[in-house]
């Protein structure tokens, strides 16, 4: 009389088992997507910057390959995620607030060109993490951070290369003329707000690598300055913002 319920339970535990199974093979082959935002002005702006940027770096052949997207990320210190492919998603509130407030402005092409700089420098193809059609993203934290579901792992960049993004993304900036003190001190303001970062973007360390970054170019431009002219030098970029 005992082997029926017995045997009854093992069958009902191999139907979860199935049924578990199906349900996370469900779940997997589910295209998970970062929500996005439609704001023509914003969009129009951030493809602006962001062309500026790519004029400069080693993709600009690429730029017609970029898809900028704009999101409201739940985590609010979060401003820009790259997920490999060109495909770059920036903070919906950055990109509002600089809309008119020239100094969050550029904290958006802070912003921009580290994402750009994690494209070319390959980051995502690096680690061999597959892509958002995969359910897969490269940041740390949990999915309700980009407003994804709590099945999407996320993987993070490590701080090494967050730090060479900022690097790239600082040499970009020097190219376009950019005065690299308002990287520092985006930086410094987030310290003044003790603002530490997190584990794969400390501010710190950010703040000491861009403060040397910027004291290379400083001593680059003087020696540029000091050396006898040749009559060919090229102006500067007519680009230039600040
Ligand atoms: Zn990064």
Not at 2 to 15: E, G, Y
Not at 22 to 30: D, E, H, T, Y
Not at 81 to 101: E, F, K, P, V, W
Request: hydrophobic share 35%.
């Amino acid at each position: 009389m005992t082997a029926k319920p017995i045997h009854r339970s093992r069958d009902q535990l191999l139907f979860c088992v199935a049924i578990t199974l199906c349900v996370l093979f469900v779940s997997c082959s589910i295209k998970a997507k970062i929500p996005t935002l439609s704001d023509d002005r914003l969009e129009h702006l951030l493809r602006s910057e962001a062309e500026r940027i790519i004029a400069v770096s080693e993709d600009r052949d690429n730029f017609s390959q970029y898809q900028f997207f704009l999101s409201d990320f739940p985590r609010r210190d979060l401003f820009g995620i790259s997920i490999g492919n060109r495909q770059i998603y920036i903070s919906y509130r950055l990109a509002s607030i600089a809309l008119t407030d020239p100094a969050q402005l550029w904290l958006l092409r802070q912003t921009v060109a580290h994402e750009i700089a994690h494209e070319t420098a390959g980051h995502a193809n690096r680690a061999g993490i597959k892509q958002v059609n995969s359910g897969f993203f490269n940041l740390g934290g949990s999915g309700s951070d980009l407003g994804l579901p709590w099945y999407v792992r996320l993987y993070n960049y490590s701080t090494d290369k967050e730090l060479e993004a900022d690097a790239i993304g600082l040499g970009y900036w020097n190219k376009l003329g950019w005065d690299c003190g308002i990287w520092v001190r985006i930086l410094e303001n987030f310290q003044e707000q003790n603002y530490i970062g997190d584990r794969f973007h400390p501010t710190d360390k950010r703040l000491q690598q861009a403060q040397n970054i910027c004291k290379l170019h400083g001593d680059e431009k003087s020696s540029e300055r000091s050396a006898p002219s040749t009559g060919n030098e090229n102006p500067r970029s007519s680009s230039q913002v600040n």
